[in-house]
């Protein structure tokens, strides 16, 4: 599951940083927020939909459950239009296990695949083509609410909104015109989990929070690839509060754990210790209830 959770840290991390891209919102906005106006598309009206949607949703809720994500499809279709542009693994191997032909296409001819060839699959390009996506290099959360169709590629079915399932549009949907995950039987065990933790962490962070590039803006992030893409220089960004917006999180309350918090160990044994001696307390109690409830005797 780790390159599932790669994939759910670069999507937040993508997102961020195209949602941050001006024109921004201005800081005295409202919370919740109306819907986005029809004329605010791109950068500032997509933070706008992902901000009323979130706050419909979610409210002050701080831990949200699997209903709640699924109730959020603007907010997973920004995380995937993210993942479209820059997956993150750019490249998939896979071994021919027998003799093959690739399908026409849009190269129009068929290449031969013989037994035991590395096949090198760039979902880089592959979710970059001009031939499988309408306006490919913008970035635009919307086209997947619309079936594309390309006659031009032979054998390709498109992408169908209609046969999405789960919490992203997988191979099946695009007809393996989208991998972000990969695809078929080899395909990553973690993406549900991966689309899960990104929704989650991504909208209770933007339930709170406005973010800016830092110094540099976009220009000084960088990209390099390796298996996975990553920032050459950070993703660099100034988060600042959400006016109106309540925060009944807002006192500090210490975690029980041995790393987050080092006496957090100390305090949950003591805590153990205080639930265990009440409920020794509360034994003989149990037992004398039981013993003057008992059943009447059984009668032949």
Known sequence: MTPGHAAGVGARGRLEALVAQPPRLPACLPAPLPPRPPAATGGAGDVWEIWGQVDAVLGDKAAPDYDDLAALPFTRHCLIEGLR?????????????????????????????????????STWNLH??????????????????????NPAVEGWAGFRPER?????PNEVAADFAFLPFGGGARKCVGDQFAM?????TF????????????A???????????????????????????????????????????????????LKKEL???LRAELQASAPKAEAAATTHQPPPAVK
Do not use: Q
């Open 85 to 121: 542009l820059y997956p993150e693994p750019p490249v998939l191997i896979r071994r021919a296990l027998d003799d093959d032909a690739l399908p026409p296409g849009a190269a129009g001819f068929s290449a031969r695949i013989p037994r035991g060839a590395d096949v090198f699959v």
């Open 164 to 168: 999405c399932s789960g919490l992203y």
């Open 203 to 214: 909208a209770l962070l933007v339930r709170r929070f406005d973010f800016a590039f830092g």
């Open 128 to 149: 970059r083509s001009e031939a499988l996506w309408e306006r490919p290099l913008e970035y635009d959360p919307d086209r997947w609410d619309r079936p594309f169709a």
């Open 272 to 274: 153990d210790t205080k």
């Open 216 to 266: 540099g803006g976009p220009g000084a992030v960088g990209l390099r690839t390796g298996a996975t893409i990553h920032t050459e220089h950070g993703l660099w960004m100034r988060p600042s509060a959400r006016p109106g917006v309540e925060r009944s999180g807002a006192a500090w309350v210490a975690p029980l754990h041995p790393v987050l918090n080092p006496g957090g160990a100390a």
């Open 196 to 200: 899960l933790e990104a929704t989650a």
